[in-house]
């Protein structure tokens, strides 16, 4: 993609005359002081934030995933967590104290979680498992009398069940209180959860009857009378919890602490910023007189033609196209911009009038009674109305997007093309595409403004042209008061006044070149070759036809103005320019 090219505005700003723009420029680059005080509170702001979320409730550990009796993470698991859960949710409300074979098997119910948890001693997982495959199984047969006895069934030998000395207990299950159905883990930790108050009370225990096991009683342990728990484990679990509400509380003071002081930061820097933005505010007021304010109408018509457009696009590159068949015959690719026309005061201005602004996204147009202003990443720059040349012509554009309403429709083509204009049959997803008559606006400036629009209806670019040049007509018979700006003076430091003692011809070879009069001949040659640098037919060849039938007029007029100024500067001698003679 060739670029199409616009001067920086730093570029512009350096062959700005307005005092208006020095104000603008010289308040923006006023430093904030108020900057220090936001940024101060958003640090404060962002730690407390920080440390008060950090102060909320810990999240407990998980609880242990049960899937069945014969996972090996059971058998294997020697901490009591009989403990920990007494530890982080209180006492329960009651325990059933059961015997399953040799294993003795605690149910401890949380009446206000509903929820019932069954526990085993550590190491007694495979012992339960056994039970509970085999608890079902007939009793044994005997032999009686003289007959021999059917071969017995060897059957596996029962895991034993060893309390340790610790008392540590093993998660088994859980268990809905209240429908006695099994539930996961995250569902129990969930029921947990809902534990307001920790209670400290003793749980009223049960004791089952044993489990008769094939027929009779199974010879195993007595089961508990009173519960127990390793008292280690139950007492690192509760320092821990004290810490983690230590440290919420802690940080909790640090985090309204350093809330509190982001406040303070904040109102005074508000304070600060208000007053810093009237520091850097420009007042500018028109005192417009009849001719003046007709002349502003008359901009703002000429602008309104471009307005009526149901679209405007800024082109920002422009390149030819090799492969014209993949690209539905098109010979030139574009890579555009929509942007918009609205009432809008430029930023750190106070005006008692709302100029149009043309904005072209990064940077803005206003159409100011005294001169256009240019602003670009924060930073102004002043074209003056008689510098702006504005020439438009009409091009035929293939669309690909949405058509506006007002659009004129020219013709038809394919996504692929042949040469004869059919669609390429190979391609299974050709689509017809839309050929539009588009208006083709170019803006340019001796100071380097170089800016390309299309509008969606051709009328709205040539009537643009018409009435805008005939604005410049008009505005070149009057002389607008410079607007009364807060710090700057009302008079112009520039006496134009000398221009008028030269010959038509020559003003208006300056004015091509953007030169006023009191340049050297340095200075003209300079101007020259930035002219020419931009609107060469090298620098335009890769742009489309309609550009570089602009650029190409352009450049015999920028030809014409400097042979205009060196033949008058032959025919003048020595500070031709600086010294104006009829």
Known sequence: ??????????????????????????????????????????????????????????????????????????????????????????????????????????????DSAHLTVRFVPVGCVDALRYFEAHKDDPPPIHATGRRRSAPRTETPTAPSCNVTASKASTIVAYEDAQSHTPIDAATAAGFLAGISNRSAAAPVVNVSTPVLVK???????????????DQPTFQKEEQRLRELEITGKLNQRIGVACLAG????????????RKNREKRTTQLIYDLSDSAK?????????????????????????SAITDWKRNAGAAYNVQRERISMRRSTPARVESNIVPLCLDLGKLKLFFLPDQVLYWQRGTFASIDYSDLKVASTSTRFIEESVQTSDSQQVGNTWRYVRKDGGPDRRFSNNRQLPIMLYGVVHATSAAGLNLVFHTSRPDSATSFQTNFQAFQMNRSRHTLPDPATESAPKSSTRDDSTALTFPTDIAQALSVLGLRPGCTAEEIAAAYRH????????????????????????????????QALKRFDQSQGENAYSNPRC
């Open 262 to 273: 982001a406040v303070l930061f904040l109102i005074p820097g508000v304070l600060v910023h």
């Open 1 to 110: 993609m060739d670029e199409i090219k616009t001067a920086d505005v730093e570029e512009l700003r350096e062959s700005s005359k307005s005092e208006l723009v020095e104000d603008l420029n010289r308040r923006a680059a006023m430093f904030n002081p108020a900057i220090i005080l936001f940024i101060a509170a958003g640090i404060l702001g962002l730690i407390g934030m920080i440390t008060l979320t950090s102060s909320l409730p810990a999240m407990l550990p998980a609880l242990p995933e049960i899937s069945s009796y014969s996972d090996s993470t059971r058998q294997a698991n020697m901490t009591d967590e009989y403990a920990l859960l007494v530890a982080r949710y209180g006492e329960p409300s009651t325990v059933q104290i059961a015997q399953a074979g040799s294993t003795p098997v605690r149910n401890a119910t949380w």
């Open 294 to 318: 007709a002349l502003q109408e008359e901009v703002e018509g000429s602008l309104g033609h471009l307005g009526r457009s149901g679209a405007i696009w800024r082109l920002d590159s422009q």
């Open 531 to 562: 002219m020419a640098q931009m609107y060469h037919p090298d620098k335009t060849a890769g742009l489309g036809p309609e550009i570089q039938k602009l650029a190409d007029q352009r450049m015999k007029e920028i030809n014409a103005a400097h």
């Open 215 to 229: 027929g009779r009683a199974a010879k195993a342990l007595a089961p508990p009378q009173s519960l127990e728990y």
